[in-house]
């Protein structure tokens, strides 16, 4: 009798064997920080960001090793289509994902993306051939469609008041993903050059240089997969029949204590609205896409630039050299995104930190080529201070969009809507690589122009890609959902 009180007091209808429910009412009872489901997250989405960019780093002696480049001056056009395949094979399916998060939860979605970076992030780090590799991040994007549903996830493990910091983990761990994994690629790729005494050439790390990064990735996503079988579900299942039987308990109940029902049953259940038409969803996907564009644009043209000798206008740096730069761009981040982001956000609201955090990076972005003069440890120390900013402005902008995505619609239909934010950015995103390296291919070829020489031209093209983000985030264009 006391139960059944409780639900009606708390004007919920709890179904013993629905999962979203159990979550529901463990959230009502809940009192303090989340820890447990914050750690969960990030260890999710941490493991599903790694693969994405730990290979560009190495990719640029990768392509080299395949010897398909005629010339060195085309091997950023041959790398950008490697980096671009996990992103086109992610867009193909990313919808698909998201619906089948929708109707059968979003812990089997998650479990399926894990075990999929297990695999095809091994096979890629055996490679032998420009083809092979392809092949291998197209399945690793088609089958890892848990990045959208991990979102909506986010949104319904947590109450209304951590929801907020549970997005901000969610694009935080996925930053510190993009950096740790390069910052992996970078230390660990080739070991038999860099640890002789440990890895033998004749090793299968000898012949296969770029294996152990893939390897520690994939050893990680198997833990983080078999940990995954222990989340709990937040998608509710039960039906309308049991709902209507529900409330009848309820009524009953209700007259036996003396207190009367004020749950009528449903008539029926309500069509769903048209994501399509939604436009306070779409135009947050919109915008999302144009920043994804340049982050993953950015990404690659970073690690190429780092590496790309000097006299290109690059900075001769080793894969090494490589992963420091990020790894202290990761910690940064990490920082700024637990303890400071979330105050911002409530200060500001996440339209204003997007923008803010667009403008920044402009003229940031415009100091790079500059960057590539200085030498020592001044070229060290403010390398490191520009990639810092760069990803935590980077970052925000993208949890800024993740809150307005997930705000934008119901429960009901945040998996689908998380889908299409996936397709279309993993669509912007695939154009990255691609137009990232084939950018760089061409800005080394003309170091002598006389308007934006060499890598001037790169980061102005960044920076007009960036200008073009900031715009779409006012009125008319970027619209809030009222509740």
Known sequence: MAAEEEKLLLGKHYHENCPGCKVEKYKESRRGLPIRELVSIWIVVLCTALPISSLFPFLYFMVRDFHIA?????IGYYAGYVGSSFMFGRALTSVFWGIVADRYGRKPVIIMG?????????LFGLSVNFWMAIAMRFLLGSLNGLLGPIKAYATEIFREEYQALGVSTVSTAWGIGLIIGPALGGYLAQPAE????????????GRFPYFLPCLAISLFALVVTVASCWLPETL????????????????TTSLESGMKCKTQK??????????????????SIIVYCVFSLHDMAYSEIFSLWAVSPRRYGGLSYTTEDVGTVLAISGAGLLIFQTCFYPYFARLLGPIVVARIGGVLSIPLLSSYPFIAV???LSLSTVLNGASVAKNVLSTSIITSLFILQNNAV???????????AMTAMSLFKAIGPAGGGTLFSWAQKRQDAAFLPGNHMIFFILNVVEAIGVLMTFKPFLVVRRN
């Open 114 to 122: 894990t075990t999929a970076v297990v695999i095809f992030n091994t």
């Open 374 to 376: 200085l030498t020592g």
């Open 266 to 283: 449903p008539e029926g259940k309500a069509p769903k609205k048209s994501l399509i038409r939604n436009w306070p969803l779409m135009s």
């Open 194 to 205: 860099k640890f002789p005494s440990i890895f033998s050439k004749g090793s299968v790390f």
């Open 236 to 251: 509710h299942t039960h039906t309308s029949s049991e709902l209507d039987e529900t409330c009848e308990d309820v009524e």
């Open 410 to 420: 119901d429960q009901d239909q945040r998996g689908a809507a998380n889908g299409i």
């Open 70 to 74: 005629e010339r060195e001056e085309d």
